[in-house]
């Protein structure tokens, strides 16, 4: 006899989620010069795992790839993660297609850290926007699992 299981997303985003922040950015950039100034700016190592690269299937069964950036702080276990959210014309979140990137932070105190960040990065002149983005906006949040 088989038992069925199933997978809980509601409870799988709460955990993910949980102690997060998101900040949308807008920047003409392209992710790996993107995140090459992030690593400057913040005195970060933002790097590419390609293995965690987020694919999407659109409608007409093309595979699209997402690529995402780590870093996780030395001293304080503090994880940041760059989604680039545009691939070709697809977008990884529709209901933010303006947004070019998701910085998420998980910290102790996120949204302390995203306020000071987003201070930081609209003195960038190569950022045009950036803001906190509150989770409850995001109705695909699911694609940001990895």
């Known amino acids: 006899m088989s038992t069925k299981m199933t997978l809980n997303v509601a409870a799988m985003q709460e955990e993910f989620f949980s102690d997060t922040a998101l900040i ?3 920047s003409a950039l392209p992710a790996y010069r993107f995140c090459w100034m ?3 700016t913040f005195d970060m190592n933002f790097v ?3 293995e965690s690269d987020i694919c999407i299937q659109d409608t007409q069964k093309q595979e699209h790839y997402f690529p995402i950036y780590k870093y996780c702080a030395p ?3 503090n994880k ?3 989604y680039k959210l545009k691939h070709d014309k697809e ?3 529709p209901e933010v297609k303006q947004l070019d990137y998701l910085w998420m932070i998980q910290s102790n ?15 960038i002149p190569d950022v045009q926007l950036a803001q906190v983005i509150m989770p409850e906006r995001l109705k695909n949040l699911n694609h940001l699992i990895v």
């Open 24 to 26: 949308g950015i807008v």
């Open 38 to 40: 992030m690593n400057e």
């Open 48 to 50: 590419r795992d390609a």
């Open 75 to 77: 001293l304080n276990g």
């Open 80 to 82: 940041f993660l760059i």
């Open 91 to 93: 977008s990884l979140l």
């Open 109 to 123: 105190s996120p949204e302390q850290d995203a306020g000071e960040i987003t201070n930081y990065l609209r003195g």
